[in-house]
């Protein structure tokens, strides 16, 4: 099956840094999303996007499809974006659709 | 407001006992999916349904199990035969078909 590889696994950093992700996969995917679940378990979509770059004010990402690879750009980091981001591909050729999920990266953000 | 309820917040259920998490939604999207995640861990998929009275096991279904009797909701049941049902369950609804899926804030279930 699919493999969804995503680094860093840990990040701090100061306010106002800036940080790339990433997340590797293994196969040719339909559909690819971004997702950032805060403190309190809530799962935030950020981004929908199986190729292509898309921005949504201080966050940004890109997807090369070919390369099998996206990333996750934060500028100006605040504290409010701490958390875990993961990032989730659909399984491709498959006629119910399944996300397969990356393990995480956990970004500390310290005043 | 749209969106994807989830209740309750956190749930206690002492050992032997059946308990199950409720998921409505009012998006209008053919498909829900369960997830459980464990600390520090990712999601892992239980159930999940394309239409209603069709789903479908996903990953780790094991354990629990599922109704799609109205299109607005999903129930999950953690039965009494899942062994370590401690984790946080998370729905997701999305019109499927690789489509985004949005997420309900959670279910934290404890046994004690």
């Known amino acids: 099956g699919i493999q969804v590889e995503q680094s860093p696994p840990d990040l701090i950093l100061q306010e106002g840094a800036n940080s790339t992700l990433r997340c590797n996969f293994s196969?040719?995917?339909?559909?690819l999303q971004w997702f950032h679940q805060n403190p309190w378990g809530q799962l935030i979509n950020l981004f929908y996007?199986?190729?292509?770059?898309k921005q949504n004010g201080r966050l940004s990402a890109t997807t090369v499809a070919t390369e099998r690879y996206s990333l996750l750009y934060i500028s100006s980091s605040q504290t409010t974006d701490s958390g875990v981001y993961f990032c989730?591909?659909?399984?491709?050729?498959?006629?119910?659709?399944?996300?397969?999920w990356g393990a995480g990266t956990k970004l500390i953000i310290k005043p | 407001d749209g969106g994807i309820t989830q209740s309750p917040k956190y749930l206690f259920r002492k050992e032997g006992q059946n308990v199950t998490l409720s998921c409505e939604q009012n998006?209008?999207?053919?498909?829900m999916y369960w997830y459980r995640q464990d600390p520090g861990q990712g999601l892992r998929l239980i159930y999940y349904?394309?239409?209603?009275?069709?789903?479908q096991k996903g990953d780790i279904a094991e354990g629990y199990s599922v109704s799609r009797e109205k299109k607005e909701s999903f129930p999950l049941t953690v039965t009494s035969a899942q062994k370590n049902p401690t984790a946080f369950y998370l729905c997701?609804?999305?019109?499927?078909?690789?489509?985004?899926?949005?997420f309900g804030q959670g279910t934290r279930l404890t046994v004690v």
């Open positions: 997701a609804s999305g019109h499927g078909g690789g489509t985004e899926a949005f």
């Open positions: 998006l209008n999207h053919d498909a």
């Open positions: 349904s394309q239409i209603v009275n069709d789903f």
């Open positions: 196969d040719s995917v339909n559909n």
């Open positions: 996007i199986p190729s292509g770059t």
């Open positions: 989730a591909v659909e399984r491709p050729l498959d006629s119910n659709y399944q996300l397969i």
